[in-house]
């Protein structure tokens, strides 16, 4: 069953056509990575999805899951590594679209909460400053922050960015365990193309238009994967 299906969708953004005439869809339980060179749109589609720009032709579809329950794990600023909060207060902070006009979180929300900071394996940092963490836990207590307002689909912006080796491949990990073992439908933006081909089960590649859309043995058997990965295609 589709979950997100993106139906002739453009989008401008600084008066530039930076998503054009997009179709593809995402299955429950898919992990889509989408890549492409710099400038290609992956990041406005990301946020066409969210809701954040809107588009100027066409339109996101969701079923079984509203706009607003989705996971979302941006592109971190300087100034957002610095955040001067706790590692719980940043966590929980991800259920604040369930609380609505409510003053506090719930029992539910603070469950959630703890349930997220367990799961990812930083409950031992619960009461850390954010600022004062490794850039690998700070994107695992940003993850949990995500898994905060979704149960179903998570959306990533470049989750690796500015992270080592090691932090990468288990951040990398972590995120596969949460769609194959948790049934969390995953929709990734990557430059680390080796990565999104070892983890991903589709790949959507963009120049503004779509280039490629289907599975990643597919995709490994074309020019557009073996330009991007600046070595030969598998066909």
Known sequence: MSI??????????????????????????????????NGSGKSTLMKGILGLLPPSHGQVQFTGIKQNEIGYLPQQTQVQKDFPASV???TISGCRSRRGLRPFYSKKE??????????LGISDLKHRSYRALSGGQQQRVLLARALCATKKLLLLDEPAAGLDPSATKELYQIIHDLNQKHGVTIIMVSHDINGAM??????????????????????AKTEDYARLAGGVCHG
């Open 88 to 90: 719980y207060e940043v």
């Open 110 to 119: 603070h469950q959630r909460a703890d349930e997220m900071l367990a799961l």
């Open 198 to 219: 070892a983890y991903s089960t589709k790949i959507l590649h963009m120049a503004t238009h779509v280039l490629f859309f289907g599975t990643k043995e597919d995709y």
């Open 4 to 37: 997100v299906r993106c139906e002739d969708l453009c989008m401008h953004y600084d008066n530039i056509n930076a998503v054009c005439r997009v179709n593809f869809s995402v299955e429950d339980g898919d992990y889509l990575c989408i890549v492409g060179e």
